[in-house]
Structures are given as C-alpha cells and as structure tokens.
C-alpha cells in the first residue's frame, strides 16, 4: 500500500489554505464541503478508496473473479482517490485516459510513438 495524506492539523496553514480555497465557493457548496470539518469524516473520506479497493480484493481472493459491477466499484475508488488528490472538474475526470494521461512507476515520462 502506498502512504496515504496526513489528516494532521499544519499549525495555522490549514486555515490559510481554506481561506485560499473557499473564496470562490458558492454557499451551497461550502455547506456540501462543511460535512469534512468533522477530522473523523474527513479521515473517512481520504481511506474510501483505500477501503473499497480491500474489499475488492478480498472478493477476488474467495471468489477470483470480478464481474462489471466490482469493476466499475474499482472505478470509483479510483475517482475518489484522484479527486482527493488533485481536484479537477467531473469531466476532466471521465476524460481522463490511462494511456494518454499517466505515466507508469518507473517510466521515465511521455515517449513520442
């Protein structure tokens, strides 16, 4: 498992960063992001990925198979994980391709085919 982000308090940063981030937020939307003030469900939020992927692969050890619908489970796990890294619009997100888009462990970067 790689290591996830820290959910430790950065001594006044955080405050800054929120201040930086949320200025340009609607009312509806920082009420929407209000619900991960609370550290539990925050913590909870940044291990979803981590936790949906387990179960995934707990089902595959019993069952050694996974069908569409775990598949697309293993989708969303990703998502989530993307999007807590590196917030970026839902159709950004859809668009992304995993050929075109990311680089493997190890490459060195993007080569020209």
């Known amino acids: 498992m790689r290591p996830r982000h820290s959910t430790a308090p950065c001594h006044g940063a955080d405050r800054l960063l929120r201040r930086a981030v949320t200025d340009d937020l609607s009312e509806r939307n920082l009420r929407r992001l209000s619900q991960f003030d609370d550290e539990r469900a925050f913590a909870m939020l940044i291990a979803l990925p981590d936790v949906i992927m387990r179960e995934l692969e707990d089902y595959r050890a019993n069952d050694g198979f996974i069908g569409v619908k775990k598949a697309r489970r293993a989708e969303v796990a990703i998502a989530i994980?993307?999007?807590?890294?590196?917030?970026?619009?839902?159709?950004?997100?859809?668009?992304?391709?995993?050929?075109?888009?990311?680089?493997?462990p190890g490459a060195i970067g993007p080569t020209d085919d």
């Open 81 to 104: 994980d993307v999007l807590n890294t590196l917030p970026i619009r839902i159709s950004s997100l859809a668009a992304l391709d995993l050929e075109r888009n990311f680089i493997a």
